[in-house]
């Protein structure tokens, strides 16, 4: 069964740095499309941002431009997803959700997606 785990959520103040890594557990998602995502307490979940498997293609939501960077390491045997967070804001804290699209389209619709990760919380203090 395909797994995505993600890593590296935490405690962070204000202005700070975070770097979430997502690792498949298998290469079934090449040519595709993977994608990271996030959901607040209380709120829907809402897309973060998205690259297609070369890279060539990246997807950002409006609240994260500038800010984060969504990159993909798939040179090794296993793919790994990345987003750099900087410039944090209390905002931006959630639970971030890797997903993996069977597709080559960079969307950013979450009902698109076709394997989710567990999660990773973010908190980000004031």
């Known amino acids: 069964q395909v797994q995505l785990v993600e890593s590296g959520g935490g405690l962070v103040q204000a202005g700070g740095s975070l770097i979430l890594s997502c690792a498949a557990s298998?290469?079934?998602?090449?040519?595709?499309?993977m994608g990271w995502f996030r959901q607040a307490p209380g709120k829907e979940r809402e897309f973060v941002a998205a690259?297609?498997?070369?890279?060539?293609?990246?997807?950002?939501a409006d609240s994260v431009k500038d800010r984060f960077t969504i990159s993909m390491d798939n040179a090794k045997n296993t793919v790994t997803v990345y987003l750099q967070m900087n410039s944090l804001k209390p905002e931006d804290t959630a639970v971030y959700y890797c997903a993996a699209r069977l597709m080559t389209r960079v969307l950013k619709v979450a009902d698109a997606y076709d394997y989710w990760g567990q999660g990773t919380q973010v908190t980000v203090s004031s």
């Open positions: 690259l297609n498997w070369n890279g060539d293609t990246t997807d950002y």
């Open positions: 298998e290469r079934r998602f090449s040519g595709n499309v």
